[in-house]
């Protein structure tokens, strides 16, 4: 599930264009892919619980993947997120 996820953002970032040029920084790119495999997982594993109890799946908050999608995009200094 994760890999899905993250490749179907990854996909919508590389069709967009900019009018500078762009690169992707890979370690990066793959520090992202494991972010989203391991957010999954995590959800996943606490959605699947028969009782949640106190953990419930909003007190997980925003997730670091896209913050980590944006993060391994390389352009022109000064450009911002």
Not at 37 to 46: D, E, G, Q
Request: without cysteine; glycine residues 8%.
């Amino acid at each position: 599930m994760g890999i899905g996820i993250w490749a179907m953002h990854f996909k919508g970032m590389l069709a967009f264009r900019l009018p500078v040029p762009v690169e992707y920084h890979w370690p990066t790119v793959l520090a992202s892919l494991l972010v989203a495999v391991l957010a999954s997982a995590v959800a996943l594993y606490v959605a699947s619980r028969p009782k949640m109890g106190p953990l419930k799946m909003s007190s997980f908050g925003p997730s670091p993947s896209p913050a980590s999608r944006k993060a391994f995009v390389r352009g022109p200094r000064g450009l911002p997120y």
